[in-house]
């Protein structure tokens, strides 16, 4: 079973819509969650962390289940700018630990 | 804001030639890593280092692999005899401990091309 599993996508959406990105990660001892957004050929930006309470930033909310061992983001009024790909990242040891990324959801966002 | 810087963003070898990848780390950031991204594939973890040494490291690390921190500032990835498998996107990372959630900061990459 693979670590962390996403839906690969392509999601393509029009300008405004709300998309939805879904993630299921195997190890129940994993400590800490991202989001990461990676454009064509460049490197993977921290998004934002994933706290088990849910967590808002703008126009991304994102959601924990820990029972589940489930995490989602969503992308509320998507822009064009939002285009690129979303990794689903989760690090299983806390400080000194690797992270384990997902291949990723790509997103595309058209006018 | 301060961030991670990798050179060369490109670096061409022949088989069998050692490279190394230089990295400058957040100058406060006390973790540092090592990722590839194979083209078309999913980020992989290489190496993690701390306090001047290795603290973890994945099955792609072997032998052929060295990290080295030989100043205050840079940390450096070495790989002795590439082989064509190797042609891939690497990463340095860096964080420092952040109410726990331990966000990793990334490079912009140095591209590996094995011929």
């Known amino acids: 079973r693979k670590e962390v599993e996403q839906d690969p996508g392509p999601f393509n959406v029009p300008e405004g819509a709300t998309v939805a990105f879904n993630c299921t990660y195997s190890?129940?001892?994993?400590?800490?969650f991202f989001w990461y957004r990676q454009d064509c050929r460049k490197e993977p930006k921290l998004l934002m962390s994933?706290?088990?309470s849910g967590n808002e930033d703008g126009r991304f909310t994102a959601q924990l289940n820990r029972a589940s061992q489930y995490i989602s983001l969503l992308i509320r009024d998507s822009k064009l700018s939002d285009s690129a790909t979303y990794l689903c990242v989760v690090n299983n040891r806390g400080s000194q630990g690797n992270l384990i990324f997902g291949k990723g959801t790509k997103l595309s966002v058209k006018p | 804001e301060p961030e991670v810087t990798q050179t060369p963003s490109h670096q061409v070898t022949q088989m069998g030639q050692e490279v190394i990848l230089r990295c400058v780390p957040i100058s406060n950031h006390l973790y540092f890593y090592w990722y590839r991204q194979i083209l078309g594939q999913k980020v992989e973890f290489l190496v993690s280092?701390?306090?001047?040494?290795?603290?973890?490291k994945s099955e792609i690390f072997d032998d052929q692999f060295s990290v080295e921190r030989p100043d205050g500032s840079n940390f450096t990835l070495k790989i002795r005899s590439t082989k064509l498998e190797d042609s891939a996107m690497y990463f340095c990372a860096s964080s420092v401990t952040s109410g726990g959630a331990y966000e990793q900061f990334f490079g912009p990459g140095t591209r590996l091309t094995v011929l």
């Open positions: 190890n129940s001892a994993s400590q800490s």
């Open positions: 280092f701390y306090n001047n040494e290795i603290s973890e």
């Open positions: 994933v706290y088990s």
